[in-house]
């Protein structure tokens, strides 16, 4: 006896009560890149940090890796909420990040400090700059970029204290 496979096409009739942008979803997707590689660099730096003060920053480290993870999620699970679809291949990230590249050696623990501070800084930034946008067109979605920013910017003040000396040095000035 041979069985014939019949399916049905059932119409798609939802309609979501929020239609995204072409810009909202660029700027969702330029923040999703920009997480995804900072959690790269974050790792990238855990394995191949040494010097004074090791332990500590390899444990600070994880927590960058950690926070852009789980954005990087929160943000992917959002642009699908709203019908957008998100693009974190290693591909587009490289093409697209607006991070400075890490480097691919052993990197001593004040430069590891300033290098991930500026990526931290490089994805705070990506925030500020579309949440005017995202805000006007979508205020659910802007307080998740509240969230991102608040977050980001606390590890970028810790990790960045790691070099600072009291009453003696001011933040670096980063160029994101």
Known sequence: MTQTATTSK????????????E???????????????????????????VGKNFRDLHLQLDEVVDAAREFSDDVAERMRALYITPDARSATVAEDTTLA???AREVDTATTVDLVTAGLYAVAKTAR????????????????????????????????????VANQSAPAQIEA
């Not at 059932?10 to 942008?21: E, I, K, Q």
């Open 10 to 21: 059932a119409v798609h009739t939802a309609h979501p009560a929020f239609t995204a942008s």
């Open 23 to 49: 810009t909202f979803a660029k700027h969702l997707q330029q923040l999703l890149v920009d997480l995804t590689e900072l959690a790269l660099q974050g790792k990238q730096a855990h394995w191949n940090v």
């Open 101 to 103: 590249p890490f480097p």
């Open 129 to 164: 700059d579309i949440h005017d946008d995202v805000d006007a067109e979508d205020p659910t979605t802007a307080d998740l970029l509240h969230e991102i920013i608040t977050r980001i910017e606390q590890l970028a003040w810790m990790i960045d204290a790691e070099n600072r």
